[in-house]
């Protein structure tokens, strides 16, 4: 009886509608939420806490004046990192969309924001991941006592090869003038076989292509069932790079030599800071280290349930991002400091970024500690994990706008999987390019122009323009105070009124006149077509957005100043504030009744209540 009541009370007829549904139709799935705050944290932490903490944040403050580079860096980050995170975590909750259809809803006219985005994080998936595979490879010959980049006793090594010298033990010196080490040979000869310029580009590297069909078959399967399958992943993704790098630090902080590289990572030099591009170097890490305008953050924080404190989480998000860079130059500089020692070289020689740090120091100094396979291992798990969370964050960034664009289509039984089953397909074959005999060279230039500080300056500024002077700065406020139950300080607001694209301009513009050409390790020049083919995939994403404007108002109908005017008019389907709720309820409601609203809803009496 109970049920049959239950039936007969349910609004609008729901479940006869449900029961004559036809069983041909299917329903559409909900777009998901994240069950707890902890895997939004977590997803956050894994996407922006990655490589770039461990290779290139510490080599940039020895290179910069050690201490003194915190000062450019702190400034570029309460200016420029913290904000732009906070806008666009804040956007996504706030619109409960993906990186191109917020943008849509938000100002039409700045919806080319999103595709550029998008365009940018395409990219990212095709060559990113590759590091992975390298990782992989690395990791499946660090199970062998010997480790192979310690000795010359190797195929592939060649009569230039010496040993690694080290304090406690004499060798013949030698005075080849070609010689090289053993890890550097591994990591060229074996690992790349790298070719002589990227206008040979050889054949494939079939142990590399497996190395990276492993890592997308794992990226895969950690996205494969949306925020359901991340939010779990995350939890080991997220911490266990954590754990391995608080072993790796541990162990670097008790080996000899260690202070002499510490000393050299925070020894202050202010007099670097008279040099701009310290303050460049320190601009770009914090939009790479914070993985901003990427509409990777938006669309995390589109799963966000919309009362969520985004602006706490935001605000530990970038202290825990920043603290795990700082901290991590410990690990990597006192084991440079050891190999510095041992070796009886300057840190200088031994110092390095990017793969030059995972592939080639690092590995030198493992070789020469005890144990070396085990410290290894877990220093090529660590890489692995570091990457695949900030690439798996990367695809779901992709999946979710292209998805939230057509809801209709994809929000269907399995076939988001197979949608994303297809970006798998398309990134992994773009991917064996990059494994080919030349395909460091393809590498290097997806690295230094597809995804480059330049690109991200770019979206940056059109950002913050669009949500402070289009939108209107206080208008997100507004929403923003709807969401977390109180307003935030000012700061945020006049950041992205003047601070924020004052700072990304003159960056961008000085990018623009200290360019200079790619050279891969300083020597090799790219000929005219690889440089035109680098231009290319950074305008690939800036073009967007002027583009896209100008496809929007030579369609939309009107004098120039209506087609304006309605171009960046936000979407009615936007959530309205408490307040714009009250503001309507007065609007609406009978005559000489308006006085009766309260708190945002109309009372309704006994009689005409059914409970």
């Not at 969309?97 to 809803?105: L, M, P, Q, S, V």
């Not at 100043?561 to 309820?585: F, G, M, V, W, Y």
Request: charged share 15%; net charge neutral.
């Amino acid at each position: 009886m109970k049920g049959d009541a239950a039936k007969a009370c349910a609004p609008n007829g729901a479940s006869q509608a449900k029961d004559q549904t036809p069983p041909s139709e299917e329903k559409m799935e909900e777009r998901g939420q994240w069950a707890n705050k902890m895997e939004f944290i977590l997803s956050v932490a894994g996407s922006i806490i990655g490589l770039g903490n461990m290779w290139r944040f510490p080599y940039l403050c020895y290179k910069n004046g050690g201490g003194a580079f915190f000062i450019p860096y702190l400034i570029f980050l309460f200016t420029c990192g913290v904000p732009v995170f906070f806008l666009e975590v804040a956007l996504g909750q706030y619109t409960s969309e993906g990186g191109i259809t917020c943008w849509r809803k938000i100002s039409p006219l700045f919806e080319g924001l999103g595709y550029g985005t998008q365009v940018i994080v395409t990219l990212l998936n095709f060559y990113y991941i590759v590091v992975l595979a390298w990782g992989i490879f690395y990791l499946s010959y660090s199970f062998s006592w010997d480790l192979a980049w310690s000795h010359c006793n190797n195929t592939w090594n060649t009569e230039n090869c010496v040993g690694l010298h080290r304090r406690n033990t004499s060798i013949e010196q030698t005075t080849n003038p070609n010689a090289t080490s053993p890890v550097i040979e591994f990591w060229e000869k074996r690992v790349l076989r790298i070719s002589p310029g990227i206008d040979h580009m050889g054949v494939m590297n079939w142990d590399l292509a497996l190395c990276l069909f492993i890592a997308w078959v794992m990226c895969y399967f950690c996205i494969w069932k949306g925020v359901k399958s991340t939010g779990k992943v995350v939890y080991f993704t997220a911490t266990f790079p954590y754990m391995m790098l608080i072993v790796l630090l541990i162990r670097g902080l008790t080996l000899p030599g260690a202070a002499i590289g510490i000393q050299f990572y925070l020894y202050p030099d202010l007099g670097r800071l008279a040099d701009p591009q310290v303050w460049m170097d320190a601009g770009t890490q914090i939009f790479f280290s914070y993985a901003i305008c990427l509409g990777s953050l938006t669309a995390l924080g589109s799963y966000n349930k919309y009362n969520n404190n985004c602006y706490r989480d935001c605000i530990a998000l970038c202290f825990l991002n920043s603290a795990t860079s700082f901290v991590a130059g410990f690990a990597i500089f006192s084991i440079l400091g050891f190999m510095s020692y041992e070796q009886n070289v300057h840190i200088s020689e031994v110092a390095e970024s990017g793969p030059g740090l995972a592939f080639i120091a690092y590995p030198r100094a493992v070789s020469m500690m005890p144990f070396a396979p085990l410290w290894a291992a877990l220093f090529f798990i660590m890489i692995v994990f570091l990457g695949l969370d900030s690439q798996f964050v990367c695809v779901e960034s992709l999946v979710t706008a292209i998805v939230d664009m057509y809801p209709a289509v994809f929000r269907r039984k399995n076939r988001r999987e197979l949608f994303l089953l297809g970006v798998v397909f398309v990134s992994f074959f773009m991917g064996l390019i990059m494994l080919m005999e030349g395909g460091m060279y393809v590498f290097q230039l997806f690295d230094y122009y597809a995804a480059s500080g330049m690109c991200l300056l770019f979206m940056s500024i059109f950002e913050t323009v669009c949500i402070a002077w289009v939108y209107g700065a206080d208008r997100f406020y507004d929403n923003i105070e709807d969401m977390i139950g109180y307003r935030p300080g000012s700061y945020f607001k006049y950041c992205w009124l003047f601070l924020t694209p004052a700072t990304c301009i003159g960056t961008f513009a000085f990018s623009l006149i200290k360019y200079t050409p790619l050279k891969y390790n300083n020597e090799y020049v790219y000929p005219w077509w690889g440089y035109a083919i680098g231009w290319l995939l950074a305008l690939a994403s800036m073009v967007c957005i002027p583009l896209w404007m100008v496809y929007k108002i030579s369609t939309t109908q009107g004098t120039f100043r209506e087609r304006i005017q309605l171009l960046i008019t936000p979407s009615d389907a936007l959530p309205k504030t408490k307040r714009e709720q009250d503001n309507l309820l007065a609007i609406f409601a009978p005559e000489g009744d308006a006085a009766m609203v309260r708190n945002g809803y109309y009372p309704v009496s006994e009689t005409d209540s059914n409970l």
